[in-house]
């Protein structure tokens, strides 16, 4: 499941909601550049060093209950719509194939 929240959100609940419920929480901050985002992604998710610099590996996510909250996508919209296309795209197919997986995207 992928959900778009606006703020105010409050990053604390949301991540204890998820803990709640049994799922492991990641946050990633978004850059403001295509590069930066995937950094951020790698850095969060503890990405292995042949990552490669694209967001296929959350493709092979474990099936394990998840949540993955990802903020900072309007700096990133602002420079680079098309990046931020992309990201949203990949997260709602990993989100679709893979139901245990969820993806709060925060709208700031």
């Known amino acids: 499941m992928i959900r778009h929240l606006r703020p105010p959100v409050d ?3 949301l991540v204890a909601d998820a803990v709640a419920r049994g799922r492991v929480v990641r946050l990633v901050v978004a ?3 295509k590069a ?3 950094e951020a992604f790698a850095d969060a998710l503890d990405f292995p060093g042949w990552f ?3 967001l296929d590996r959350l493709a092979r ?3 394990g209950e998840a949540e993955l909250v990802v903020g900072g996508v309007l700096a990133l919209q602002r420079d680079d719509p098309f990046a931020a296309a992309q990201l ?3 997260l709602g197919e ?3 194939a893979h ?3 969820h993806v709060s995207v925060i709208e700031r």
């Open 61 to 63: 996510h474990d099936d």
């Open 36 to 38: 930066a985002t995937l």
């Open 88 to 90: 949203n795209g990949v």
């Open 52 to 54: 490669g610099g694209n």
């Open 99 to 101: 139901p245990r997986f």
């Open 94 to 96: 990993v989100a679709l």
């Open 31 to 33: 850059g403001e550049t």
């Open 11 to 13: 990053v604390d609940a």
